[in-house]
C-alpha cells in the first residue's frame, strides 16, 4: 500500500482494497527526484514529517518510509518482499501522472497487480467535460452545470475492519532520515497552532460545521472571524477526504438556517477540484500563462528590493504586511488577505506572479500545485477563469472594510498596535501627534509606503493595455 497524498485511514479506498487482499506492507516515499523543482516547500516538509508520523501511530509504527526515485524503490520492494500487488490512490500533478504511468507499466510487467484509485477528489478531472467534450475553463458553469449534474460525490468508506500488516522486514529509513524538518527554528509558532493528524482533521470539520458553517457566506471574508474552515493543509495530505467534508457539511446543512452558507462552502470545495481539473487539462498551468495575451505584460524589472519587502511583510500597507507576516511564521494566510497581498504583488508592484507563486510554494502548509498556480494565474489575471486584470484590490479600502478595528493587523503588525482605530489601516496619513504617541515613527518603527496606490493602479492599467494587443500586430 503506497501512502502519497492520502495519509489517513478514513476513507482510503486503495488502503481498503490492500486490506481486502490480505497482508499489506504500507510504505511512503519521497520523491524529490521525479519531482525536480516541485518538491515541496519547507513549510509543507515540515508538516508532512507530522502527518507520517501521526499515521504510522495510526499504523502501529508499521509504516515503511523510503527516500529517492520511486520506480526503482518500488521494484525492489516488490522483489524482496514476494508482494503480488501494489495499489495506491491517485494524485493529478503532471510530474505525478508521467511518473505513475511508467511505474504501473513497468511493475505490470513483473507480473505484479497494480490498481489505482480516486482517494482526493469528489469527480475524476476527465469525467466533467461540456457537450462538445471539452474542458470548462469558467468555474460556474463547471460546478453548476458539471460537477452538480454528475454523479454525487460517493459516500465515505469506514476505515478497515482489520488491517493486517505484514511481518516482512525491509531496509526503512527513520523520519528522521527524510530531513523534514528545518534547521533552523522557525516553525515555533506553527507548532503552537497547528494539530497535525487524522484526528484533528475531523475534530476541526466537526467544529466548523457546528459552529461557523451558519455565517461562512459573510463571515469568510473577516480576517479577525473564525468562520474559515482551516482544513485545505489536511486536505492537500489527505488527513481527510474531500468526500468526508462534503458529506458532513451537507449532513450538518439540516441545522443550518442559512442555506447559502452551506452552498458557499460546497462551491470552495468546487473551486479545489476545479484547479485540479485545470491543472489536468492543462498541465503547464504552473508556468504558462493560460491567456497568451499575457505574454506581452510589461512586468517591472529590478523588482528585487520590493519583493523582498512584501516577502518579510514590509511594504507599509498594514493589511498586505500583516498577511505576509501571518504566512511566514503560521504557514497560512487568511483567503481574503490571500487575494490582497498576490494582487498587490502583481498589480501594484508588477511582479511577476511567479515570484509570488513560488513563496507561498515555500511558505504554505498547504501548498498545492493545483490550487497555488490557479489562484496565482486568477489574481494576476491571466488565468481561465480570472478577475479582471483591473479589480485591483485597494489595501487601504480592504482593510478598513473587513478588519475595520484593525484587530487582526494588531495581531500580527504589534508595532502599529496603539494607533486609534482610524488610523491603522494608512498610519502615513496619522497626525505627528498621534504617531508619538502610539509609539510609530514612520520610516523607523514601521516602513513608509513603498510605492503610491493611485500611481501604481494608473501603471498597471496602462500596462495591461499593452495585452489587448495580439501577438500578430506586433
Known amino acids: 500500500m503506497w501512502f502519497r497524498q492520502d495519509l489517513r485511514l478514513a476513507d482510503n479506498p486503495a488502503l481498503v482494497d490492500a486490506c481486502d487482499r490480505g497482508e499489506i506492507i504500507p510504505i511512503y516515499i519521497l520523491d524529490d527526484e521525479n519531482a525536480d523543482?516541485?518538491?515541496?516547500?519547507?513549510?509543507?516538509?515540515?508538516?508532512?514529517?507530522?502527518a507520517l508520523e501521526d499515521l504510522n501511530r495510526s499504523l502501529n509504527q508499521g509504516l515503511q518510509l523510503y527516500k529517492g526515485e520511486a520506480s526503482a524503490i518500488l521494484s525492489?520492494?516488490?522483489?524482496?518482499t514476494g508482494a503480488e500487488a501494489i495499489v495506491w490512490n491517485r494524485c493529478y500533478e503532471p510530474w505525478r501522472i508521467a511518473r505513475d504511468a511508467k511505474i504501473k507499466s513497468a511493475l505490470k510487467d513483473q507480473g505484479l497487480d497494480v490498481?489505482?484509485?480516486?482517494?482526493?477528489?469528489?469527480?475524476?478531472?476527465?469525467?466533467?467535460?461540456?457537450?462538445?467534450?471539452?474542458?470548462?475553463?469558467?468555474?460556474?458553469?463547471?460546478?453548476?452545470?458539471?460537477?452538480?449534474?454528475?454523479?454525487?460525490?460517493?459516500?465515505?468508506?469506514?476505515?478497515?475492519?482489520?488491517?493486517?500488516?505484514?511481518?516482512?522486514?525491509?531496509?526503512?529509513?527513520?523520519?528522521?532520515?527524510?530531513?523534514?524538518?528545518?534547521?533552523?527554528?522557525?516553525?515555533?509558532?506553527?507548532?503552537?497552532?497547528?494539530?497535525?493528524?487524522?484526528?484533528?482533521?475531523?475534530?476541526?470539520?466537526?467544529?466548523?460545521?457546528?459552529?461557523?458553517?451558519?455565517?461562512?457566506?459573510?463571515?469568510?471574508?473577516?480576517?479577525?472571524?473564525?468562520n474559515v474552515s482551516r482544513l485545505s493543509p489536511y486536505l492537500h495530505f489527505g488527513q481527510i477526504s474531500p468526500n468526508i467534508a462534503w458529506h458532513r457539511a451537507s449532513e450538518a446543512g439540516a441545522f443550518v438556517t442559512n442555506e447559502q452558507s452551506l452552498d458557499t462552502f460546497l462551491s470552495e470545495l468546487g473551486w479545489?477540484?476545479?484547479?485540479?481539473?485545470?491543472?489536468?487539462?492543462?498541465?503547464?498551468?504552473?508556468?504558462?500563462?493560460?491567456?497568451?495575451?499575457?505574454d506581452l505584460f510589461p512586468w517591472a524589472e529590478n523588482t528585487d528590493a520590493d519583493l523582498k519587502a512584501w516577502q518579510?511583510?514590509?511594504?507599509?500597507?498594514?493589511?498586505?504586511?500583516?498577511?505576509?507576516?501571518?504566512?511566514?511564521n503560521t504557514g497560512y494566510m487568511h483567503n481574503r488577505v490571500r487575494m490582497v497581498v498576490g494582487s498587490f504583488l502583481v498589480k501594484n508592484l508588477l511582479v511577476h506572479w511567479h515570484h509570488g507563486e513560488r513563496?507561498?510554494?515555500?511558505?504554505?502548509?498547504?501548498?498545492?500545485?493545483?490550487?497555488?498556480?490557479?489562484?496565482?494565474?486568477?489574481?494576476?489575471?491571466?488565468?481561465?477563469?480570472?478577475?479582471?486584470?483591473?479589480?485591483?484590490?485597494?489595501?487601504?479600502?480592504?482593510?478598513?472594510?473587513?478588519?475595520?478595528?484593525?484587530?487582526?493587523?494588531?495581531?500580527?503588525?504589534?508595532?502599529?498596535?496603539n494607533l486609534p482605530d482610524k488610523y491603522i489601516h494608512a498610519p502615513w496619513l496619522a497626525p505627528s501627534e498621534i504617531l508619538m504617541a502610539a509609539g510609530v515613527g514612520i520610516g523607523i518603527e514601521y516602513p513608509a509606503p513603498i510605492i503610491d496606490i493611485?500611481?501604481?493602479?494608473?501603471?498597471?492599467?496602462?500596462?495591461?493595455?499593452?495585452t489587448k494587443v495580439q501577438p500578430s500586430e506586433i
Open 37 to 50: 523543482s516541485w518538491k515541496i516547500g519547507g513549510a509543507s516538509r515540515w508538516w508532512l514529517h507530522h
Open 359 to 417: 513563496w507561498f510554494w515555500d511558505c504554505l502548509v498547504d501548498a498545492d500545485l493545483a490550487s497555488n498556480s490557479a489562484s496565482w494565474q486568477w489574481i494576476a489575471g491571466c488565468g481561465a477563469d480570472a478577475a479582471p486584470f483591473f479589480r485591483i484590490f485597494n489595501p487601504i479600502t480592504q482593510s478598513e472594510k473587513f478588519d475595520k478595528q484593525g484587530a487582526y493587523i494588531r495581531r500580527y503588525v504589534p508595532e502599529l498596535a
Open 115 to 226: 490498481q489505482s484509485f480516486n482517494g482526493s477528489l469528489l469527480w475524476e478531472p476527465w469525467q466533467v467535460l461540456k457537450k462538445d467534450s471539452t474542458p470548462y475553463k469558467v468555474f460556474t458553469p463547471y460546478f453548476r452545470r458539471g460537477c452538480l449534474s454528475a454523479i454525487a460525490p460517493r459516500q465515505p468508506i469506514p476505515i478497515p475492519g482489520r488491517i493486517n500488516i505484514s511481518k516482512t522486514s525491509t531496509h526503512s529509513l527513520r523520519l528522521e532520515d527524510l530531513s523534514l524538518l528545518p534547521k533552523i527554528n522557525w516553525d515555533e509558532e506553527m507548532n503552537a497552532r497547528w494539530d497535525i493528524s487524522e484526528a484533528a482533521a475531523h475534530t476541526r470539520l466537526d467544529e466548523f460545521v457546528m459552529d461557523d458553517l451558519q455565517d461562512y457566506r459573510e463571515g469568510r471574508n473577516f480576517p479577525n472571524k473564525p
Open 312 to 328: 518579510r511583510g514590509n511594504t507599509g500597507y498594514p493589511l498586505v504586511d500583516a498577511g505576509m507576516r501571518e504566512l511566514y
Open 76 to 80: 525492489d520492494l516488490a522483489h524482496q
Open 454 to 466: 493611485k500611481e501604481s493602479r494608473e501603471r498597471a492599467l496602462a500596462a495591461f493595455a499593452v
Open 272 to 294: 479545489r477540484e476545479f484547479s485540479n481539473y485545470l491543472l489536468y487539462h492543462f498541465p503547464k498551468l504552473p508556468t504558462d500563462n493560460l491567456q497568451a495575451r499575457f
